[in-house]
């Protein structure tokens, strides 16, 4: 079994536009606290099967967009191995992290799937190989692929730094409103758009995350949080002091001792 764990954003700032994408500057942090759990369960299946108390079509489901993009980049022989692999073990997935909450935690449960078949099936891909991979599928992946604890996150996602600082405690508020990433962004553009200096914004880069928890403001912090209120008003019920507000939400967090 391995866990699959959450992120928050501690700023996410948005410092330019590429096509329909944006690129942002911001910190991610893994929360320890919280994750979705992962295994291969041995059986007989006629396809790829994932066994989950989530409650979304096969289709739909990030691990099996994973599938059919490593099938699409392995060498024929290897493509035959996971296929082989995948009719006598399914996945099974135990989803703990809420969807559509700002916390990663679909982009976390490729990320690990994609580790535990490369290492169960000994298929030598590596860091960039499996960052290839899922290129396509979500832009937070490559963090979780990297597995720091905490990270600056710049690009579209895939240029990945690691921050070095102690492992901090991370304490999560998810109201019961789904925020849609697309949704969001889409609202930002439309309706809030300002496209931050960078040269304005490095020097949070350099900082400690406590110390940039204990001075930032929510507005300032992250430039999804206003379109994300617009979008979905019922948010305003759940902002509380000393808290921030992760990635497209709808989840709030603070920094404990």
Request: proline share 3%; hydrophobic share 40%; aromatic share 14%.
């Amino acid at each position: 079994m391995k866990k699959s764990y959450a992120k928050v954003n501690l700023f996410l700032k948005i410092v330019g536009v590429s096509g329909n994408y944006h690129e942002i500057f911001s910190r991610f942090i893994k929360v320890k606290n919280l994750y979705d759990k992962l295994c291969f369960k041995n059986g007989n299946y006629q396809d790829f099967t994932i066994e989950t108390n989530l409650n979304i079509s096969l289709k739909q489901n990030i691990i099996f967009k994973t599938y059919l993009e490593l099938l699409k980049f392995l060498y024929p022989k290897d493509r035959e191995i996971v296929k082989k692999f995948f009719k006598a073990n399914s996945v099974v997935l135990e989803k703990n992290i809420p969807l559509m909450a700002g916390l990663g935690g679909g982009s976390s449960n490729s990320a690990t799937f994609l580790k535990m078949v490369n290492q169960e099936l000994k298929l030598n891909l590596s860091l960039n190989d499996m960052v290839k991979i899922t290129k396509n599928i979500g832009s937070d992946i490559p963090f979780f692929l990297y597995d720091f604890n905490s990270a600056n996150v710049s690009g579209l996602g895939e240029i990945i730094q690691e921050f070095s600082e102690d492992e901090l405690n991370i304490q999560t508020l998810t109201p019961p409103i789904n925020c849609s990433t697309p949704k969001v962004y889409s609202e930002f553009r439309n309706h809030f758009f300002k496209i931050s200096n960078l040269k304005d914004i490095e020097y949070l880069g350099k900082l400690k995350s406590k110390e940039i928890f204990k001075n930032i403001s929510i507005d300032f912090a992250n430039d999804l949080f206003k379109p994300a209120l617009n979008l979905c008003p019922d948010l305003t019920n759940f902002v509380k002091k000393n808290y921030l507000f992760s990635g497209s939400g709808s989840s709030f967090f603070k920094i404990t001792e």
